[in-house]
């Protein structure tokens, strides 16, 4: 039992990284719009390979910040 927390804290934290990372890098390089998408993609692949069956839960927590970013970057509305 214990294990399987320390392990789900493990991808809890791997995955929260990975997010500040790409929220980061998305932020501060010169990207096309499409590079972006790709990373938005990339990230909740990662996620959804942490967490099988969490789809729902990446595009609840974790995709309106992404959106925020590329709107705000690539002026959007």
Do not use: C, W
């Not at 501060?28 to 972006?36: G, I, V």
């Not at 609840?60 to 992404?66: D, E, L, S, W």
């Amino acid at each position: 039992m214990e294990d399987e927390l320390l392990d789900e804290i493990r991808r809890i934290m791997r995955l929260r990284l990975l997010v500040e990372l790409s929220l980061e890098y998305i932020g501060t390089q010169t990207l096309t719009h499409d590079e972006a998408i790709g990373i938005v993609e990339g990230v909740k692949r990662q996620a959804i390979s942490l967490f099988p069956e969490k789809e729902e839960a990446f595009d609840m927590i974790y995709a309106p910040r992404f959106k925020r970013l590329l709107n705000t970057k690539f002026k959007r509305s």
